[in-house]
């Protein structure tokens, strides 16, 4: 029979078939449309935010171009070239201490200065409404302010209070509502400040060596197309070479943003891969139990001499109809996800959402819905394939398991390899793609080696008396048993979270327990040299006990390692930051502090050769470097280039004073620069510490004091924020997997109707029943529970301990959770899904035996 004439009669016996609904196919089709609606409604939602970003350049930006300088203004002639390239709006950045007039309090506030021609784009929102001379300029002696709402709450004041800035005096006149150019300037771990640059100007902050940062913002004409946006950076880098700018455009406003929203997609579409795959055990067996209620009509086909081939075409095609349906339930749900993203993430993010569709993100999740129904639904109907139809007319023929013909193993596989392909080729971070492919191959690799274990387990376990209890060890390791279904299915989700629970709740302890005990209680930015030592004195007058360690500190910015350019130099993702932005550097005579020398040697105290450099230890092995090489960097707007002497083992989680860069003394010989000292003192009280900030404030109100704690909290509340965000995605694989898990007790409901009615008719009570199946949910959750512990613990150490660099702790009550939701979701399941064997007749099956 020619091909299409096999296709238009599959088709038709299919369409025949089908017209019973889809009774036995709502596991299947919500598995599903769950894995594709997560996948193509995050990639989605990234997509439109991403989108959002674009389109809002400008007004993100505040302009089409931005140059930022670190601890100087632009040259004269730097500021020519600028103005002669559209309007220019100028303001500087830092952070300082906004305090009571009186001196009774203060508090750490994110300073922005602006000019006059600010905001280039958008509108800088205030309550109440002012013109922009109402806001900043000076009147009767102090200048206008505006502040965010914490900071009114933090200091106890309302709009039209004074507070001092530096030694000027400012009046907070409004409450920002909106910063159009909020999100270009990062993330802030203090309240927003709003002057006006004369203002700043007046306060005495901006000293030589301050840690302040100059942003020149251009409105250029309109029309001027990306192409000459590219042409002006690379006109910038040949007429100032050492300017050591950088310069962003409207196109990569919030590189930051960008970069966490890329990486939060990529590890939700990981999630709902893992959903998808998982309810792909779900699709295996819903196709069992549905091939196993059509073994008449299989038997028939074959009994009037239908090919196996033609047999695994009818329902191939019915398979993929069916999951076609799922396929465009999931997308549909994930085309409006970002329509609901826009008013669900407008208080998160300060980016629009472009809500629409987005055909490649969609497409994507329709494909790897396709390749996950092929995948898992080739070898149940393989088997189909292969059964005789004398033994499917003996109700037989599917129980038996085994692996059909090897062409069906082979396509299966070979699906399942594009599958793991096209996860890593579209993700952004393709090594943690691949990692997370070849753990979750693993993982059902040792699900499936845990399942048959459990069996080996219960087959030799020695006789009991219980009845209840040898039914349940003896339903656990019969044939057609739903111990390798019940396994897997719950296996994969449990572990995802217990991994999240350990890594989220070793990360709390440390923020709240370990790194408060050995982080210092301030750090002190901004010290003058010329004060550097009567600050010293102050804070030792003031914490006797205490332990003040204080360090140069410049601002300077990789621009070559070789003499190659940075921006020509492909690194990983993991050492890429030290070469994205500007790095704190510092010199020494002798080995910092919270550093170990691993590799070279240090330069003896009276060096006075070329500039040398040690290089953090794991830092240089990230970015390729070795002893001999060179690494140049711009401060304050030259390039000093510097030879790797030695390499450094840092103690990051400290929280000491650090540096990925310490240079030798002579390096930055007259460069102005200012100190960095941080205070360690033991079971300091809050009043002491709070004596010991208001006197540092009071006597040096330039200096910047940041109380370790305050930051603390605020980490801690982040990571509370994204660790309930994270599991509440990872929730989508356990949802998937409790799905898979009803399915696999529906698939097996046929066995459990012909086994009760057996016992029943031999005796047994429904009570006996009853506790022999929860006996063996428990049994199997509670091993399922006891793997996840095992793997996900493992995984979490890995993470704490090797990425992270932190101190791993095993946490008991993560344990208890995880046996609990084990327990509760098997045996609850699992008595819902046989209470309705429990009550069947037993005439009707009797009959069919």
């Known amino acids: 029979m020619p091909l299409s004439r096999t296709l238009s009669l599959a088709l038709r016996f299919s369409l025949r078939e089908m017209r019973g609904g889809l009774s036995g196919f709502l596991i299947f089709l919500t598995c599903i449309a769950l894995g594709v609606a997560a996948i193509g409604g995050v990639n989605s939602v990234a997509r439109s935010i991403t989108a959002g970003v674009a389109n809002e350049g400008q007004m993100l930006l505040g302009g089409d171009l931005r140059f930022q300088l670190n601890q100087r203004e632009a040259s004269a002639e730097e500021k020519a070239f600028l103005q002669g390239l559209g309007s220019v709006s100028e303001s500087a950045n830092m952070r300082s201490m906004a305090r009571l007039p009186d001196g009774s309090d203060q508090a750490l506030a994110e300073v922005k200065a602006v000019d006059g021609a600010y905001p280039l784009f958008g509108e800088l929102v205030t309550e109440p409404a002012l013109s922009r001379p109402a806001l900043f300029d000076e009147q009767d002696g102090a200048f206008g302010a505006v502040a965010s709402s914490q900071l009114f709450e933090r200091l106890g004041i309302k709009p039209g209070s004074l507070i001092k800035l530096g030694s000027a005096t400012f009046q907070l006149r409004a409450t920002i509502l909106t910063e159009p150019d909020a999100v270009s300037e990062g993330f802030g771990f203090a309240p927003r400040l709003l002057v006006s640059l004369e203002g700043l100007r007046a306060s005495g902050l901006i000293q030589p060596g301050s840690l302040v940062e100059h942003a020149y913002k251009m409105r250029l004409p309109d029309g001027t197309s990306e192409t000459r946006l590219a042409g002006i950076r690379a006109e910038a880098g040949e007429k100032f070479p050492q300017a050591g700018w950088s310069i962003r455009t409207r196109t990569n406003a919030a590189p930051a943003l960008s970069s966490n929203i890329e990486r939060f997609s990529q590890f939700l579409t990981l999630v709902g891969l893992t959903a998808l795959v998982v309810g792909g055990v779900g699709v ?327 500039p040398l450099v040690s290089f953090s230890a794991q830092e240089g092995r990230e970015l390729g470097l070795k002893l001999g090489d060179t690494v140049t960097v711009n401060v304050l707007g030259r390039n000093v280039t510097a030879t790797i002497a030695s390499f450094r083992e840092v103690q990051w989680e400290s929280m000491g004073i650090n540096f990925v860069m310490v240079f030798s003394p002579n390096t930055f010989a007259g460069a102005p620069h200012s100190w960095l000292a941080t205070l360690m003192t033991s079971d300091a009280t809050p009043a002491e510490e709070a004596r010991v900030l208001n006197a540092v404030t009071r006597a040096f109100p330039a200096v910047t004091t940041v109380r370790v704690k305050d930051a603390l909290d605020v980490v801690n509340r982040i990571v509370g924020q994204i660790g309930t965000a994270i599991r509440a995605a990872a929730s989508v694989a356990l949802i998937a997997s409790v799905l898979v898990l009803s399915g696999a007790l529906a698939a097996g409901n046929r066995a459990r109707v012909h086994d009760a009615v057996v016992l029943k008719t031999l005796g047994a009570t429904r009570n006996t029943l009853i506790k022999a199946f929860s006996l063996e949910y428990m049994l199997i959750g509670f091993a399922t529970a006891v793997f996840a512990l095992a793997a996900g613990g493992i995984a979490a150490w890995f993470v704490v301990t090797r990425i992270m660099k932190l101190p791993w702790h095993f946490l008991p009550e993560v344990a208890v959770a995880t046996l609990l939701v084990a327990l509760v979701v098997t045996v609850g399941i699992g008595l819902l899904g046989t209470w309705r064997v429990l009550g069947q007749k037993a005439a009707p099956v009797l009959r069919t035996l």
């Open 284 to 610: 295996a067996n819903a196709v069992r139990a549905y091939l196993d209620g059509k073994r008449g009509v299989i038997a028939t086909f074959k009994s009037l001499g239908a090919s196996g081939g033609f047999v695994f075409t009818v329902y191939l095609v019915q398979i993929l109809m069916i999951a076609g349906i799922g396929i465009v339930i999931g997308l549909l749900l994930g085309a409006l996800m970002p329509f609901a993203a826009g008013a669900a993430l407008s208080s998160v993010i300060p980016v629009p959402a472009e809500g629409g569709l987005y055909p490649g993100a969609l497409a994507m999740a329709a494909l790897f819905g396709v390749l996950v129904t092929l995948a898992f639904a080739l070898l149940p109907l393989g088997r189909a394939r292969e059964v005789q139809a004398t033994a499917l007319f003996r109700e037989m023929g599917f129980g038996a398991g085994g692996l059909p013909r090897l062409a069906y193993v082979a396509a299966a596989a070979g699906i399942a390899i594009l599958l793991a392909l096209l996860a890593i080729w579209f993700s952004g971070d393709r090594r943690i793609a691949a990692i997370f492919v070849a753990a979750t191959i693993f993982a059902f690799a040792v699900l499936r080696g845990v399942g048959l274990l459990v069996q080996w387990l219960a087959r030799k376990s020695p006789r009991v008396r219980s009845t209840a209890l040898r039914l349940a060890v003896g339903n656990i390791h019969r044939p057609g048993a739903l111990t390798p279904s019940v396994v897997l299915s719950l296996g994969l989700g449990l572990t995802l979270l217990v991994t999240l629970a350990l890594i989220d709740g070793n990360l709390r302890r440390q923020i709240t327990g370990g790194l408060p005990e050995q982080a210092p209680n301030f750090f002190f930015v901004d010290i003058q040299s010329a004060d550097v030592d009567a600050f010293a004195d102050l804070v030792q007058a003031q914490a006797p006990d205490g332990k003040l360690v204080r360090v140069p500190m410049l601002r300077g910015r990789v621009m070559a390692l070789n003499g190659v350019e940075v921006q020509k130099i492909k690194v990983p993702a993991e050492g890429g930051w030290v070469l994205r932005g500007d790095r704190g550097l510092t010199y020494a005579r002798n080995v910092p502090e919270n550093s170990t020398l691993s590799e070279g040697k240090w330069w003896p105290p009276d060096y006075d050769g070329e």
